[in-house]
Each structure stands twice: as C-alpha cells, then as structure tokens.
C-alpha cells in the first residue's frame, strides 16, 4: 500500500523579473524557501513564465548571446513560440506544447528570442525554463539538443478518458517520455478535465514538486491555485491531484545528485576552480562564436 508524499510547502509566485526584454519570469528556486541549492536536485533552477500578452513588435523580444556549461536548459512552451540559435550552427523554434532539451555540457553560446512572426503578431505567452544539473562524470559531455514536439512525448489516459498525462521524461502506466536524461527522473504535463482525478505514483527518495500551469486543482486534498508551486517532502509515494477546473499541473520528480555544487551565472559546476576555468574558456573562444 503505497504511502502518500506529505506537502512541505505550497510556494506564491515569486515578484517577477525580466531575462532580457522577452522573458517575464517566476524564479521559483533557487532562492526564497528553497534557498538549498540541492533542495530539487537533480533541477537546479525553475524560471516559470506565467501568462502575460505581448505586444506586436518589429523587433523579436528575447535574450542576447550568453554562456552555458555544466548543465542542461529544459524549455517548455505552453502559449507563444521561441526561436533559439546557438555557437555550434543548431536552430530552431519551439512551438505550443513543446520542449527544447539542451545539453550545454562542456559549453556553447546561446541566444533565444520570440519567434519572429509571433513578435510580430504578439500575444498569449507562457513558458517554462528548468536548469537540470548534469553528474560530475557528465559535465564535459559534448553538447546536443532534443527537440520534443508534442506528438513525440508519452501519452496515458485517465480515467475519464479525456485527460491524459503527457511524459516528457521518465514514465508513467506504460506510457514512456522521449528525452534522453543523464539521471532518473520524471517530467511530465498532467492535462486534466473539470472533475478528474489523477495518481502519481513516485519515488520517495526523489525531490519531487509540482507547478499548477492552469486551473486550480487539489494534491493530497491540499487546495492549490494557478501559478504556484508544491514542494513534497521524501517520505511518501502516492500524490493525488483533483481538478476543480479545467487543469494543466507540471510534475518534476528526480533522483538527486549528491555532489557538491558551485553555481555562478549561467555556469553550473562541481568547484569553483571548474567555474574559473569555464570563465576563462569563454573569455578564449572555446564557447565558439556567435553574432548578437
């Protein structure tokens, strides 16, 4: 008989911030109550962009060219589309129900904007980005993406037969998530219907938390609003959600790393001696080149 995880916190939004001119964002850790880095491990950062609306703009919104090492960026598009360019000559556009998986690893630049007709036309926009930490043996791995589109990832039915988990990553009732992880874990969007009810089933070793993305939903018969985050505590399995209304809930579930963590903008490493030597690398070239 599987044991039910406890709630350690429900988390408000934090005040949002701008990354660039294009990214409106809820950084809800680290920091604030999940001060402890290791907290979300094997995830390090969520940045949550909740529903705002863009104007038209000539000019694409976004974020200029910019580092990264030791990590990967995970960005899930739920209304608007982002167009990215990197040093290696990879691009592309992540559309409505997307994922972008980037392994930054050993380095590259990076820059990502609005996608040039959405600018143009503006409107609806709401996005995820996750930094996921990479192990120690992993961090020079060579850089790669994964582009999910929505039809690629898992899908399971619930009860109803109308709302349905989407896995991105992991598993869930058979159904299985495309991306490729360096430690377990399990990512997915739990899309859900007025009345519907859903099991997780999860780990308890794993930190695991859950973002209400839509609708207002309860876990565990605790009442969670739109736009705020569940952080669990590791002493259970079960976890399950009730939609009050239509619902959309992102699940994060990892097995954590246990290694040490030196964090310095946009570098994610195991030393600070690997965090100078990331910055020298980049000041060298060896990130490559990339035009603003």
Not at 113 to 137: C, I, R
Request: aromatic share 10%.
């Amino acid at each position: 008989m599987a044991t039910k995880k406890s709630i350690e916190y429900i988390i408000s939004p934090p005040a949002p911030h701008m990354v660039g001119d294009g990214f409106r964002v809820h950084s809800f850790f680290p920091g604030g109550r999940l001060i402890d880095k290791k907290r979300m491990s094997p995830f390090f950062m969520l940045d949550y962009g909740s529903k705002i609306d863009f104007s038209p703009s000539d000019e694409p919104r976004g974020v200029g060219v910019h580092p990264h090492a030791g990590f990967e960026t995970v960005t899930i598009a739920y209304h608007g589309k982002i167009a990215h360019h990197d040093s290696a000559g990879n691009s592309g556009v992540i559309g409505e129900g997307d994922v972008q998986w980037m392994t930054a690893g050993s380095g590259l630049l990076h820059k990502e904007y609005h996608e040039e007709d959405f600018s143009k036309t503006g409107g609806l926009f709401q996005m995820v980005q996750l930094w996921v930490n990479l192990p120690a043996a992993y961090k020079k791995t060579k850089p790669k993406y994964q582009e999910i589109t929505n039809d690629m990832m898992g899908k399971a039915f619930l009860k109803d037969n109308k709302s349905y988990v989407e896995v991105i990553a992991g598993e869930y009732n058979g159904a299985k998530g495309p991306a490729s992880t360096f430690t377990p874990m399990h990512v997915y969007n739990v899309k859900m219907k007025k009345g519907a009810s859903a099991t997780m089933n999860l780990p308890s070793h794993y930190n695991t938390g859950f973002l209400v993305i839509e609708g207002n939903v309860t876990m565990n018969d605790s009442s969670v609003a739109t736009d705020h985050f569940v952080l669990f505590k590791n002493d259970g399995e079960e976890i399950i959600i009730e939609a009050m209304e239509d619902a959309v809930v992102l699940v994060l579930s990892g097995e954590p790393i246990n290694e040490p963590i030196a964090a310095y903008g946009p570098f994610l490493m195991n030393t600070w001696a690997e965090v100078e030597q990331a910055i020298q690398d980049v000041n060298a070239g060896k990130f490559g080149v990339l035009e603003e």
